[in-house]
């Protein structure tokens, strides 16, 4: 069973950072991309970034280029966000997904407050 | 124009059939990616519901279908149940935003 759990949310002051990391277990991790989603409070999903399988290819949205970095250890099987220059907008639940031609899993969140 | 139209909400009695729009364009959709459906349950995330525009994942009832054409899909529930009211999202690939577009989510209410 894909088992996906999300860590490293939590209220973080705007200007500053915060690092969520994502421990995947139940498949082979180094086989698949991954993506981070996220949910604005009463607010649809939002693609924010994902990563292939080997981490060499990262793509980014708009509003998080150049604030935000994707990585993963695939020895750890883990993903990784780091977000920096955060704002009020980042506030949200965010998402790890394993990605795949057959649609995505979803771990369950973990919830960032960007709050001064 | 990179986005997923999804009409915000849709509604039906227990039994009755409802289908939820998803409205794309030509680097989307029409770029003949694939169409996700996803169902969120209220404070739950998101769960696969039809993935490859119309295939039901194990344990997915086959109350649910999917379906695409041209630039837009459709994710069909028949037979209503009271356990189906969620929102419910689209999901595409877009070449011109090299990057994931969810549609904005549809709420379904069972009368």
């Known amino acids: 069973e894909v088992q996906l759990v999300e860590s490293g949310g939590g209220v973080v002051r705007p200007g500053g950072s915060l690092r969520l990391s994502c421990a995947a277990s139940?498949?082979?991790?180094?086989?698949?991309?991954m993506s981070w989603v996220r949910q604005a409070p009463g607010k649809g999903l939002e693609w924010v970034s994902d990563i292939n399988w080997n981490g060499y290819i990262t793509k980014y949205a708009d509003s998080v280029k150049g604030r935000f970095t994707v990585s993963r250890d695939n020895a750890k099987d883990s993903l990784y966000l780091q977000m920096n220059s955060l704002r009020a907008e980042d506030t949200a639940l965010y998402y790890c997904a394993r990605d795949g031609s057959y649609g995505w899993d979803w771990g369950q969140g973990t919830l960032v407050t960007v709050s001064s | 124009q990179s986005v997923l139209t999804q009409p915000p909400s849709v509604s039906g009695a227990p039994g009755q059939r409802v289908t939820i729009s998803c409205t794309g364009s030509s680097s989307n959709i029409g770029a003949n990616y694939d169409v996700h459906w996803y169902q969120q349950l209220p404070g739950t995330a998101p769960h696969l519901l039809i993935y490859?525009?119309?295939n039901r994942p194990s344990g997915v009832p086959d109350r649910f279908s999917g379906s695409k054409s041209g630039t837009s899909a459709s994710l069909a529930i028949t037979g209503l149940q009271a356990e189906d009211e969620a929102d419910y999202y689209c999901?595409?690939?877009?070449?011109?935003?090299?990057?994931?577009?969810f549609g904005g989510g549809t709420k379904l209410t069972v009368l």
């Open positions: 999901q595409s690939y877009d070449s011109s935003l090299n990057g994931w577009l």
């Open positions: 490859g525009n119309n």
């Open positions: 139940g498949f082979a991790f180094d086989d698949y991309g």
